[in-house]
């Protein structure tokens, strides 16, 4: 970096500086100091590095920053928490300047904003490939976090949104580079790319609707709904023909791509499905669809013309 560690750190603090009460000793001292609210305290942490989850040539300073809040505000989300406090810890590669690095911090600044959290404190290092990594700490009603461990068999699967436009838009966003024509399909899967909505009220409808248990889709949805159905001890029949398809992603996509952040909640009854899909259309204008049903053992797809196949099989053919 260009300019002085206290420099930098200084100027950090500025883009960083919030007015919470919650928050004793602020960004900028040795350790921040909050207080924490009621309830159950939920801590997570991920990260996005350079060359396998950003691409500085596709994304900015500030996408880059704002997706690596999103991220982990996601798996927060995924246990039906409310994000409260974030930590960053950056590792800046030499080809990276203050002022991208400042641009980087408003992106992580934003993101806060968005989902009404406050970044504390962190820590920034040198290094040979760009890294940021946040931790986030939420809070829960006692007893009331939805683990990936509680669905049972006849329970729904239920799904948010679509999947398949963010792993679309991070093959698009190459192809813009070399000329391709940005429509609005185009656009949005980038954007779903760059800058991911984690499902934090979404999380929270489908809680009280009665879910049993939830995970964000990080890595792809056979291979999070298959963790699901490990943690939970259950089967699953997935109807192949019932999964919401972004309409930029390709052949693939939807099923094995990730990085879609959305939430794969298992409802207890059609009504509770249902309510939740009525709740959540009119409120965040995001469908839910019911794409399967939990099983007492064995985890299969079903596609269009009745045909079933084992879902690590699925997996498999897309990733293989
Ligand atoms: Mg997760």
């Given at each position: 970096?260009?300019?002085?560690?206290?420099?930098?750190?200084?100027?950090?603090?500025?883009?960083?500086?919030?007015?919470?009460?919650?928050?004793?000793?602020?960004?900028g001292?040795?350790?921040?100091?909050v207080?924490?609210?009621?309830?159950?305290?939920?801590?997570?942490?991920d990260?996005?590095?350079?060359g396998?989850?950003?691409?500085?040539?596709?994304?900015?300073?500030?996408?880059?920053g704002?997706?690596?809040?999103?991220?982990?505000?996601?798996?927060?989300?995924?246990?039906?928490?409310?994000?409260?406090?974030?930590?960053?810890?950056?590792?800046?590669?030499p080809?990276?300047?203050?002022?991208?690095?400042?641009?980087?911090?408003?992106?992580?600044?934003?993101?806060?904003?968005?989902?009404?959290?406050?970044?504390?404190?962190?820590?920034?290092?040198?290094?040979?490939?760009?890294?940021?990594?946040?931790?986030?700490?939420g809070?829960?009603?006692?007893?009331?976090?939805?683990?990936?461990?509680?669905?049972?068999?006849?329970?729904?699967?239920?799904?948010?949104?679509?999947?398949?436009?963010?792993?679309?838009?991070?093959?698009?966003?190459?192809?813009?580079?070399?000329?391709?024509?940005?429509t609005?399909?185009?656009?949005?899967?980038?954007?779903?790319?760059?800058?991911?909505?984690p499902?934090?009220?979404e999380?929270?409808?489908?809680?009280?609707?009665?879910?049993t248990?939830?995970?964000?889709?990080?890595?792809?949805?056979v291979?999070d709904?298959?963790?699901?159905?490990?943690?939970?001890?259950?089967?699953?029949?997935?109807?192949?023909?019932?999964?919401?398809?972004?309409?930029?992603?390709?052949?693939?996509?939807?099923?094995?791509?990730?990085?879609?952040?959305?939430?794969i909640?298992?409802?207890?009854?059609?009504?509770?499905?249902?309510?939740?899909a009525?709740?959540?259309?009119?409120?965040?204008?995001?469908?839910?669809?019911?794409?399967?049903?939990?099983?007492?053992?064995?985890?299969?797809?079903?596609?269009?013309?009745?045909?079933?196949?084992?879902?690590?099989?699925?997996?498999?053919?897309?990733?293989?």
């Open positions: 970096v260009d300019i002085s560690e206290d420099e930098l750190l200084a100027a950090i603090r500025r883009v960083l500086s919030v007015s919470d009460p919650a928050i004793i000793v602020a960004v001292d040795d350790a921040a100091v207080r924490p609210g009621g309830g159950d305290l939920v801590l997570t942490t990260a996005v590095v350079e396998v989850h950003v691409d500085r040539a596709t994304a900015t300073a500030r996408e880059i704002y997706k690596a809040v999103a991220v982990t505000v996601s798996d927060a989300a995924a246990v039906a928490a409310s994000p409260r406090f974030a930590l960053s810890s950056l590792t800046l590669s080809e990276v300047d203050a002022a991208w690095t400042m641009e980087l911090f408003g992106g992580m600044r934003e993101a806060c904003d968005e989902f009404a959290m406050s970044l504390v404190g962190g820590n920034v290092s040198s290094g040979p490939v760009l890294s940021v990594t946040v931790m986030v700490t809070e829960v009603a006692a007893g009331r976090a939805i683990s990936r461990a509680g669905a049972e068999a006849g329970d729904l699967v239920t799904l948010t949104g679509s999947l398949g436009g963010s792993a679309a838009g991070l093959r698009l966003a190459r192809e813009v580079v070399h000329g391709r024509e940005v609005d399909e185009v656009r949005d899967a980038i954007r779903r790319h760059q800058r991911p909505t499902r934090v009220g999380a929270q409808v489908l809680a009280r609707h009665g879910a248990a939830m995970i964000d889709v990080s890595d792809g949805l291979i709904l298959t963790r699901l159905c490990e943690a939970s001890d259950v089967g699953v029949r997935l109807d192949l023909g019932r999964i919401p398809a972004h309409p930029a992603s390709a052949e693939g996509e939807a099923l094995g791509g990730g990085e879609d952040y959305e939430l909640a298992t409802m207890p009854s059609d009504a509770a499905a249902s309510d939740a009525a709740e959540l259309r009119e409120v965040f204008g995001v469908p839910l669809s019911v794409i399967g049903r939990i099983t007492d053992s064995g985890r299969e797809s079903v596609d269009e013309a009745g045909a079933s196949r084992p879902l690590e099989r699925l997996g498999w053919d897309h990733f293989g």
